[in-house]
């Protein structure tokens, strides 16, 4: 088999595992975001175990959990039986991790965790096992198989427990009312978390750098207010300073073919109308999803009155850390 088609029987072997496993979903789920809101409601913690792989899933699940605002932690359920479990407090909730749910570490500490106050959701391929009958409710991701050729190393069914994981942090997220200033609070370091927190005035050129015409000027007084603030479009304003259109370097170019007196005619024959803006009071990330979906290069920012009072340019997302 070659390595192009054995890539690709590993994709369809996850995908189908994936599929199965959304396909059985139940009311156990309901149940398990019910039980997580009401830990997260009580100031309590959930703290994820997983061993080997499970393990290294569960740190995933408990990263994600955390950035979209659950208190979440990591506890070895190894290191939970030599005193590491002074971490788990009475009201906490266990997110157990083991896709057998028989492991002998499992077996030596779910008898200790019942010592607690605390309720367990268990993600496992096997809700009949040891773990499975001594949680409170189970969140099934058994599988046909693993991508391994031996059906030994964990794969699909790693896959298929990260994305149960994803999904209950999601619907939790979305239960408790998670906004995205929410999330920005959790990122302030990275590049989501300044465009989530910087508003789109606080990122647009302004003033002498915002090249702004009236509709009755000429293109040449156009193109000249363009170079003294030294970027590639001009917002065009009527009499009462409303944008009307916009004209940039790329319209002249492509007019120069049908207007010998491009430069002396007035910039409302040729300027494109109804511009794509966004409001000064939006959030940076607005700007960047049109970035991403349109294929302009500057962006027009209009206040209340739609009067042009700033420019996104793209080329200045990478130096302000925001692409």
Not at 105 to 130: K, M, Q, Y
Not at 136 to 151: M, S
Not at 184 to 197: E, M, N, T, V
Request: charged residues 25%; glycine residues 6%; aromatic residues 4%.
């Amino acid at each position: 088999m070659s390595h192009l088609k054995l890539a690709r029987q590993v994709f369809d072997i996850e995908s189908a595992a994936l599929r199965a496993v959304r396909d059985s979903l139940d009311d156990s789920f309901d149940r398990a975001v019910e039980m997580v809101c009401a830990c997260l409601a009580a100031r309590r913690k959930l703290v994820v175990l997983g061993i080997g792989k499970s393990g290294s899933i569960g740190r995933k699940i408990a990263a994600t959990l955390s950035s979209t605002g659950a208190t979440a932690v990591v506890l070895d359920p190894v290191d939970a039986l030599h005193g590491d479990l002074g971490l788990v407090q009475d009201g906490d909730l266990v997110l157990a991790l083991s896709y057998s749910g028989e492991s002998s570490e499992w077996n030596d500490l779910l008898p200790a965790l019942r010592r607690f106050s605390v309720r367990i959701i268990a993600l496992t391929g096997n809700p009949r096992s040891t773990l499975g009958r001594h949680c409170d409710t189970v969140l099934a991701v058994r599988i046909a198989r693993e991508a391994c050729p031996f059906n030994l190393a964990p794969t699909a069914s790693t896959t298929a427990t990260l994305v149960m994981g994803d999904a209950l942090a999601i619907a939790v997220m979305t239960a408790r009312g998670f906004k995205k200033q929410d999330f920005a609070k959790r990122h302030p370091a990275g590049a989501i978390g300044r465009a989530l927190l910087y508003k789109v005035g606080d990122i647009m050129r302004r003033d002498q750098r915002n090249a702004v015409a009236r509709q009755d000027q000429s293109v040449q007084d156009g193109l000249l207010t363009m170079t003294r603030a030294k970027t590639g479009s001009v917002s065009i304003v009527d009499a009462r300073g409303r944008l009307v259109g916009v004209f940039t370097d790329g319209d002249l170019r492509r007019r120069l073919a049908a207007h010998e007196d491009i430069l002396q005619r007035p910039l409302k024959e040729v300027m494109t109308r109804n511009p794509i803006t966004l409001r000064d009071d939006a959030l940076a990330v607005d700007a960047l999803r049109i970035f991403n979906e349109r294929n302009i290069d500057d962006l027009i920012v209009v206040n209340a009155r739609r009067e042009p009072v700033g420019l996104v340019d793209s080329q200045d997302l990478p130096k302000l850390k925001l692409m």
